[in-house]
């Protein structure tokens, strides 16, 4: 057993029997980012755009993304485009005051008014992924069509970007995944705003810790449901929200078949440590255990503790 930990305390996420489960870092700037990640899953752009009046130039923005590419030869990287709103309210965005901003204008709805900032954000990202050799994947926040998918699509190949996704966050997007993943190439489960919009519980509310806990039934099979049609598609479905990084959690996922858990860096030993000690088998029983439950309770215990 030792064997087994020390061998699983560095390297690439893998199941006990070799299956591959790349362990991803949550990251906001090239300053977040720690020795041996295998890439990143989730670079959450916002911080250059916060605190200013006008947004970030081409050229800063190129600085800033390629710092993180350059720090990741080889390696993947899913950069988020901007993710503002009335929630994270930018000056520079021509935006009205909302009396539900997590209902409102965010994410990629922000683009339908103000183009050109998704496209001078697409255009930075490809200046620096075309200036250095890491895999650089683009994806939106905020998504509910298929139809915004595919534009948003569109936009990132003509931006001479060649690999597009969306998050799933929305739970509309969730029930349409298989439509979804015919115009993109990938997806990424964002569950805390997955949660936030199926139970509707605001994710800042502690009150209602209940309902945004991970291990709830209906975003389980919200997840199993994008999993399965990513399979069906031969496209990868990730996760980049926090249920990622509860290692009981990532085994029910590895089992369900999503392909990258992505989670703050501290958080990636846990993990790994967690999937090396079951086979993808193992993992499959208990995903089926936990997806047939009927209540978080259950949804738990069906994961070893
Ligand atoms: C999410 O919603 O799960 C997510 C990863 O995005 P953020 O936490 O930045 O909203
Ligand atoms: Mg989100």
Redesign the pocket.
């Known amino acids: 057993a030792r064997r087994a930990r020390a061998a699983a305390s560095t390297g690439p996420g893998r199941t006990a029997d070799g299956h591959p489960v790349a362990l991803l870092a ?1 990251i906001g700037s090239a300053r977040d980012l720690t020795a041996g990640v295998e890439g990143v899953g ?1 670079f ?1 752009t916002e911080l250059l755009y916060l605190d200013r009046t006008d947004p970030p130039s081409l050229d800063e923005q190129v600085a800033a993304y390629r710092d993180v590419f350059a720090a990741l030869p080889g390696r993947k990287v899913v950069v ?1 485009t901007l ?1 503002a709103g009335a929630d994270k309210p930018l000056p520079f965005l021509r935006m009205a005051g909302e009396p539900n901003p997590a209902l409102g204008v965010r994410g990629l709805r922000v683009a339908r008014r103000n183009p050109d900032v998704l496209t001078t954000q697409l255009t930075a990202i490809a200046t620096a992924a075309a200036a250095a050799s890491a895999e650089v994947w683009v994806m939106a ?1 905020m998504v509910a069509t298929a139809a915004e998918a595919s534009s948003f699509a569109a936009a990132c190949r003509s931006a001479g970007l060649p690999t597009a996704g969306v ?1 799933i ?1 929305v739970p509309a997007a969730a029930l349409r995944a298989p439509s979804i993943l015919r115009g993109v190439d990938f997806l990424s ?6 949660s ?1 919009y199926t139970f509707a519980a605001d ?1 800042m509310c502690g009150d209602l810790a209940e309902l945004l806990d991970h291990w709830q039934p209906a975003l389980i099979a919200l997840i199993a449901a994008c999993a399965s049609a990513g399979a069906e598609a031969g496209k990868p479905v990730g996760v ?3 249920s990622a990084a509860d290692p009981a959690f990532a085994l029910v996922l590895a089992g369900l078949g999503i392909s990258s858990l992505s989670m703050a860096p501290r958080s990636i030993p846990a993990v790994r440590e967690a999937l090396a000690a079951h086979t993808l088998d193992e993992c499959r029983t208990i995903a089926k255990a936990a997806l047939a439950a009927d209540t978080p309770e259950a949804a738990r215990a069906a994961a070893p503790a």
Do not use: A, I, S, V
């Open positions: 949550n989730l959450r988020r993710d926040p998050m966050e489960l964002g569950t805390n705003d997955l936030q994710r980049c929200g926090e």
